[in-house]
């Protein structure tokens, strides 16, 4: 007994250490999986509706609703800037149930972690206890159908009974609710820690209209919340103005007990009001005002989890001002630069899948995208070019110690161990051979980038070439006569997932790549094999990804819009098809038999994807020749690949699609940067610049960042602006060298 508690003290300092380390290490970097045990509610992300509930009624009852979902209030709180209003009228015979959900952003971990759920009520007017209305919650999405198994929904309790009396006016008041105490209804146990769905519905029939405002949904435990840890004001506040936004930065503690920052701001010079709050680990936050030539103060407090808050800060203040279009390029840059600057993954510096995630997984492909990023930052003075070096030698050190198989790595890595994380389920623990060509397109840019005399620059030069040296693309063949690469190999498991290789898609990067491999090189001939295949496999393959037999031979030749496309499936397949393999590989530069360039046929397939969305035939909200790009993207219907088709335009548009494209459609680029910026910024602008995406139909508006997406604008937007990485990327002589066997069996391809 006394060696177990002695186990847990250690266990406890080593925490609160781990934590207080955090907080002093700069940049931070943390991706909030803690946080998002205990909260399923604090604010909306979309702020017209709750994207996450639900919100239904049978007349004569009423609740108010927008498309079946509840209001957002944004007048009364607890966390700025928003909260969820909840009105109804209950009569006889009728009913009606309010549903928040938990928000299951991808690897959120699926678990809470408290006995007791805690949210807080707010009326306009006093509610008598027996009008309030009543709750149960669930475990799972419930509708009439046969509930996810296990799932489970308790029995209905009135609300009054964890209130206690009348609800009085104007004061939010405080719901407790003992979760272990509430007994199933269904035919399976209710399971607290798995809570989805907090359930309001219709109580006493009284026939009036009520209001409850409802914010600060939260699993956790007494002592937790009574803690009433001692908070320190954030320190340092800084504050920046750009053309309709303001940045703030801070530095501060995060003691146990510290659950949030609350920040305010003052238009007028002397009236603070709380707009919103910050996570933890993220000591940064984008204020958007919405209007050029605004002056601002701003102070930051902490808070805990039942939000009372610390001191405020110093006061700070900022002005916007009108940008001009290269500084709002810049602008943009920078902002999607911080996805991998300061929320990179503390021991590996590589890059997160996404943000809000899961703080332990980092991401192949998006990491090799930061790389080309971190060059943009140290080239645009966002960081200087020591920072950048360290922060290369930092990815290489993990790159080294991490798992290699054949000297490919895994799609998804730990952070702390680099051990293959297998995302993907039990065949996926192996080699990724797309994921490492992303990488590898990355380091290659850096290898070239650091080039001077330095001894630090050289070294990396060097272990940076004995990592690409080591690839064996040739292992990635299932035969030493294989026709194609094959994107995965597992010790375990060999080519069971026997996934080719075929274009047109997100995967020429990695023939080009096998090509130029001075060590394990494939023949140039597998570009025609393999990339630009016949085969009937190939024909199947394509004509499965777009839907249609347009493109399934590889070439195309239909002219889609006015537009003619030479190479590609469908009507040229979502927009990364023409961001990936060209963050480095220079587009100009590749011709091959059937198009005599990829810059040309890039810019055409961004060119079809406009057109598709300026005649927008799905009528979908939002769409114009401003609101545009149709990729892929986690959108309402999870991980999807938006295309111009009828078949895969969801109504979608994810913002890096016009915004990567910005070398091959400069000024329809410009257009919608601009109005995803200056017209719908209020939602469509955070802390790592244009959220990933949006859909104005549904009112839907995405609250996170994905690592795939944020640095294809930093880079093309570089490339569009300098060249940069394109010219950095091309310097390496092993790119020349795979375009001139390029070149070789684009000859001998034409005599057959
Ligand atoms: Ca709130």
Redesign the pocket.
Known sequence: MHLRYHMMRIARRRAAWAILAAAFAAPVAFAQTAYYRHVV???SAQLKLYWHSGAVSTMPSMLENIDYRLPVESKI???????LRVAWESKPNGSWDAEIHVANFPNRYPELSGRQLYFWIYSPEPIAAADLPNLMLSDARDSLQVATFPGSFTETVALAKYIGADLPANRWTQVRIPMLELKSASVYSFHPERLQNVILMQGRADGKRHVLIV??VRVDDDAQLAAAPVLAAPENVEAKGYDRHVVLTWQAQEPEGFDHFVIYRALDGETFEPIG?QLPGTHRYSDFIGRANAKAKYKIASADAANRVSAPSAVVSAATREMNDDELLTMLQEAAFHYYWEAAAPNSGMAFENLPGDDRIVAMGASGFGVMAVLVGVERHFITRDQGRERLEKIVSFLEKAPKYHGAWSHYMNDATGETMPLFGMLDNGGDIIETSFMIQGLLTARQYFNGTDAREQALHQRISKLWEGVEWNWYRDKPDSAFLYWHWSPQWSYQIHHPLIGFNESLIAYLLAIGSPTHSVPASMYYSGWASQSARALEYRAGWSGSPDGNHYKNEKTYYDIKLDVGVGSGGPLFFTHYSFLGFDPHLIQDKYTNSYFDNNRNIALINRAWCMDNPKHYQGYGADAWGLTASFGPNGYTTPAPDKANDEGTITLTGALASFPYTPEASMAAFKHYYRDLGAELWGIYGPRDNYNPTLHWVSSHYMGLNQAPIVVMVENYRSGLLWKTFMSNPEATAALKKLDEATRAESQK
């Open positions: 509610f604090d604010n709180f607890r966390t700025p800037p928003n909260a914010d600060d709050i």
